[in-house]
C-alpha cells in the first residue's frame, strides 16, 4: 500500500549534477531495502543502486560507483541518489523501489514489489 514518487529529472550537461528524490506515503520505509533502478529506450531495466533498511550498507553498479551515492532518511521517508560527473549513458527514466522479497538479492529488480513511476534523466554530450 506504499506509493512512491520519484522527483529531481531533467536535462543536464555531460559532467553536471542532479538529485533524485524518492517520496512515499502509505508506509514508512524504514522496515524495507530500497533500490533504485534505471532504464534506457530500447533496454532491459538495470540496477543502480540500493541501501538497506537503516542505510548502514548500500550496493551500486560497477557503471555508477565513485559518481553516484544513495542515501535515505526514515524520518522523512525518503530516498534519495546523488549523481555527479553524469554521462551521456546514464541517459534513462529512472525508478525507486522498495525490496519486498530476499529471494534474488538487493540488486535484482525480482526482489522488489512497489515501484515509483519514474523520472527522466537526460544527459547531454
Known amino acids: 500500500q506504499v506509493q512512491l514518487v520519484e522527483s529531481g529529472g531533467g536535462l543536464v550537461q555531460a559532467g553536471g549534477s542532479l538529485r533524485l528524490s524518492c517520496a512515499a506515503s502509505?508506509?514508512?520505509?524504514?522496515?524495507?531495502?530500497m533500490g533504485w533502478f534505471r532504464q534506457a529506450p530500447g533496454k532491459e531495466r538495470e540496477f543502480v543502486a540500493a541501501?538497506?533498511?537503516?542505510?548502514?550498507?548500500?550496493y551500486y553498479a560497477d557503471s555508477v560507483k565513485g559518481r553516484f551515492t544513495i542515501s535515505r532518511d526514515n524520518a522523512k521517508n525518503t530516498v534519495d541518489l546523488q549523481m555527479s560527473s553524469l554521462k551521456p549513458e546514464d541517459t534513462a527514466v529512472y525508478y525507486c523501489?522498495?525490496?519486498?522479497?530476499?529471494?534474488?538479492?538487493?540488486?535484482?529488480?525480482?526482489?522488489?514489489?512497489?515501484w515509483g513511476q519514474g523520472t527522466q534523466v537526460t544527459v547531454s554530450s
Open positions: 502509505g508506509r514508512t520505509l524504514g522496515s524495507h531495502s
Open positions: 523501489a522498495r525490496r519486498d522479497g530476499g529471494i534474488f538479492g538487493p540488486t535484482s529488480h525480482l526482489d522488489y514489489g512497489d
Open positions: 541501501i538497506s533498511r537503516s542505510g548502514g550498507s548500500t
